[in-house]
């Protein structure tokens, strides 16, 4: 069995008008919403093999607050370039990249991207996936490239406003 967990990045800031968007950090709520949602993993017993991440700051930051929250180091964490506002089939491409030996791998990201490719896997129809969300996928597989046509099972969905 191998896991996904799709992070879509924390809350951003828009204060700088100026600042580019890949350049956009998180706000003070981002700040507090990612390492809480690292938190509900670690409730729910979840070990991280790999953070693999946009390098925007947006989606870096997050990676880091969940990398830290969970004990793994900043500098472990897997950037690729294409998972900054990727089509659905950036994500697949990503996940049949990783290597076998990794259980659970979480793969911070953007909208819309994110939420199309949530849509896609077909068990959880969402409009929008909200800042610091988790959709985890499970598949019965033994290596990453069957993911794409393994059958997916949605583990859990979570956000920050979820038990609001």
Request: charged letters at 25%.
């Amino acid at each position: 069995m191998k896991y996904i967990l799709l992070v879509r990045h924390a809350k951003s800031s828009w204060d700088a008008a100026d600042t580019s968007d890949f350049d956009r950090t998180l706000n003070e709520r981002g700040k507090k919403d990612a390492p809480a949602m690292a938190r509900r993993l670690l409730h729910r017993g979840i070990t991280v093999d790999a953070f693999v991440s946009s390098p925007a700051k947006r989606a870096k930051k997050t990676a880091e607050l969940f990398a830290g929250t969970l004990g793994a180091h900043k500098k472990d964490i897997i950037f690729i370039e294409d998972l900054y506002h990727p089509a659905p089939a950036i994500f697949l491409e990503a996940i049949a990249g990783m290597d076998d030996t990794l259980q659970c791998v979480a793969i911070f990201s953007h909208n819309p991207g994110i939420t199309e490719f949530v849509n896609s896997l077909g068990s959880v129809r969402t409009d929008n996936m909200p800042t610091s969300a988790v959709y985890a996928v499970k598949a019965d597989i033994n290596s990453w490239k069957e993911f794409e046509k393994a059958t997916k099972e949605c583990w859990f969905y979570d956000y920050p406003r979820a038990g609001d």
